[in-house]
């Protein structure tokens, strides 16, 4: 496909179909402005952060008391508040119909398939709420979960916020320390795990898992039925019930949604912990209902009743982001387990059965699709299939167009970055405009982002750092267990002062869209110049010898020489002929600075739970330093691929 046209451009029909255009029309209305476009709509965003965040609120019909003002102290990040007077709960906006409708719809691999009513959903959160109360959890105390994505972990979470209780979780395939580096952090009150899980075909036991954890945590477990034996687990965990026993004596009624003040703590999310212990970073009630509304309303254009899907596990912000779908009425399609089991189909059969509006999934899964040769366009009906999203790591060039050749020709690709340091998106997908190759559509509504150079400065079509200038309501509230602030400020604000830094480098196109280059602690400085991974892995990865690959920058000789770890197809061989192609591939498609001094291959590239490769633990280990949390990479065996490498002494 040329570069020179974009891929897909939206109708002007559906245009003026979007809630996005609607909500523009409305701010024209009330405040008698002339917006006509994208770029107008965000300039009144981030100008006027009061009236648009308030606009939101109406728009999306925020259950709960506003207040007023919108904004105090907006001119300091670190001291702004948004609706500081408004109370609201959040599970009693995301509990948004009732009746026997679908809210959630659940696959397990090919083992298990299940549907639930907006009526089981509210029953299930009403008798878990009662028992919870029961056991004496309130507000501010912690429910951790170890959990796969299943209807239950939801209906747990809804009933955690519907008393205030702070939800925090992760994914069953983490390690006994890993999640007790996690919620050994914040002491829950209350552990929740499942009994088993199916992953790659195969039935993965958590019993002594679930048994450790729960004795170090000091805490009771409640244990959910999925794909074991739910009472051997029991009988092995001291102080556990089943999820059965823990909410027999309880019937359903009405849920009570106790409502708090807009700040007010929601969930405890993690950092991915390479480098370290994890930090715990706190997200309020409000402003994670507000900035999911705005994205997933707006942004999204998702409509009451449309099926929302996004491949995620518990531990990984894209489940939360999932589960807000709920607010704006969506039914939620929830998968649990590998996306190629039993092969590369499975995720289209759900889409094409279910008849996906959104679907959502990460960089490295499109990549996969493409390089085993499926072609889901020929293969499945997705006429229904309007957006879809991806993140995770930055989406290349040919992605792009995978997409658009190999799945849906006309639907929107959205790709989207932010983290859970936001919980949410700074750069995102809009319905109004173009989708252009290899480019994020541009900055969220509301979100003064911006990309700067090293000395403070704002620069177009240049790489630099992604900043934000503003406050914006999906900030955290604060780090668990950091009293002064020390370590919030040192995250995102030692940088810039009073300017959110936030670790991407990224780059503004001529259409004013966005490309994330990777994260800046990898990027890589041969003789003084930055050089963003995303951009030499956008070039080796397309060669069909090359399955994936990893890259750092190794000190050398005073300055940094660039390293190339390839993990390579079935049947490959790291020839010369293949060495001299890559490398000729990087300089001609990216630049001579590219190109790496050293390609080595590995049998295998370490990964975080939410399969982002771990450049800087690569690094670590390359350099003989120790990598501090492997707890927190799913395969944590493949940095011992990396240490002591004879080639790289040369």
């Not at 703590?265 to 212990?277: A, D, N, R």
């Not at 390359?622 to 002591?644: D, I, Q, S, W």
């Amino acid at each position: 496909m040329r570069d020179d046209k974009p891929l897909w451009v939206p109708s002007q029909a559906s245009i003026e179909a979007s809630p996005m255009y609607a909500f523009m029309e409305k701010c024209n209305r009330d405040f008698g402005l002339s917006l006509a476009g994208y770029g107008d709509l965000h300039a009144f965003s981030v100008a006027d952060r009061e009236r648009f965040w308030t606009s939101v609120w109406d728009f999306c019909g925020v259950k709960g008391e506003r207040g007023i003002p919108a904004l105090t102290n907006g001119d300091v990040m670190l001291d702004a508040r948004f609706f500081p007077d408004a109370t609201l709960n959040f599970a009693e906006n995301l509990l948004s119909q009732e009746g026997a409708g679908d809210a959630l719809i659940f696959r397990g691999e090919d083992k298990v398939a299940d549907r639930w009513s907006w009526d089981r959903l509210r029953n299930l959160v009403s008798r878990l709420q009662q028992a919870f109360r029961a056991m004496g959890i309130g507000s501010g105390d912690r429910i951790a979960a170890m959990m796969p994505n299943m209807p239950e972990t939801v209906a747990c979470m809804l009933a955690a916020a519907s008393i205030g209780a702070i939800w925090s979780s992760c994914s069953p395939d983490f390690g006994e320390q890993g999640v007790l580096d996690r919620f050994g952090q914040i002491e829950p009150k209350l552990f929740i795990a499942c009994d088993a899980y199916w992953y790659g075909g195969k039935l993965q036991d958590v019993k002594t898992k679930v048994a450790t954890v729960t004795r170090q945590l000091a805490v009771p477990c409640l244990v959910v039925h999925y794909a074991g034996d739910a009472a051997a687990v029991v009988n092995e965990t001291p102080g556990s019930k089943t999820l059965e026993d823990f909410i027999a004596s309880f019937e359903p009624r009405p849920v009570e949604f106790t409502r708090l003040p807009f700040s007010h703590p929601l969930y405890i999310l993690f950092s991915s912990g390479t480098t370290g212990v994890p930090k715990c970073i706190v997200h309020s009630a409000g402003g994670t209902l507000l900035q999911h509304l705005k994205e997933h309303r707006l942004h999204c254009g998702i409509q009451p009743g449309e099926k929302l899907f996004y491949f995620t596990t518990c531990g990984w912000m894209m489940w939360n982001w999932l589960v807000s779908g709920l607010a704006v009425g969506a039914t939620l399609c929830l998968f649990d387990g590998s996306p190629f089991a039993p092969d590369g189909n499975v995720l289209f059969d759900f889409a094409a059965a279910e008849k996906f509006a959104v679907f959502g999934t990460s960089a490295k899964y499109i990549d996969a699709v493409r390089k085993s040769g499926l072609t889901p366009r020929t293969s499945h009906d997705l006429s229904s299939l309007r957006l879809m999203t991806s993140t995770g790591s930055p989406l290349s060039p040919e992605g792009f167009t995978f997409v658009y050749e190999g799945i849906k020709e006309d639907v929107q690709l959205a790709s989207i970055s932010g983290g859970t340091d936001i919980v949410s998106c700074f750069v995102l997908g809009n319905p109004l405009q173009p989708v252009w190759r290899g480019e994020i559509q541009g900055p969220g509504l509301g979100l003064a982002m911006d990309v700067w150079d090293d000395e403070g400065k704002p620069v177009r079509q240049e790489k630099g750092e992604l900043v934000c200038t503003k406050a914006f309501p999906s900030m955290p509230v604060m780090f668990w267990n950091d009293p002064d602030g020390a370590k919030y400020k040192a995250a995102y604000f030692e940088r810039f002062d009073n300017v959110w830094c936030h670790g991407d480098f990224a780059e503004w196109t001529e259409h004013n869209g966005i490309v994330i280059h990777g994260r800046s602690d990898a990027t890589l400085n041969p003789g003084g110049v930055r050089i963003g991974t995303a951009e030499i892995y956008n070039q080796v990865e397309q060669m069909a010898e090359v399955a994936e690959a990893l890259c750092i920058g190794q000190e050398w000789d005073d300055d940094v020489r660039v390293v190339l770890f390839v993990r390579l197809a079935p049947g490959a061989a790291l020839t010369e002929e293949l060495t001299k192609a890559i490398k000729s591939r990087i300089r001609t498609g990216a630049s001579p600075r590219h190109v790496p001094a050293k390609i080595i291959a590995v049998s295998d590239i370490p990964r975080t739970k939410s399969g982002k490769i771990v450049e800087l633990a690569v690094r670590e280990i390359v350099h003989g330093r120790p990598v501090k949390n492997k707890e927190a990479l799913a395969n944590p065996e493949a940095l011992e691929l990396f240490a002591g490498l004879e080639e790289l002494l040369i």
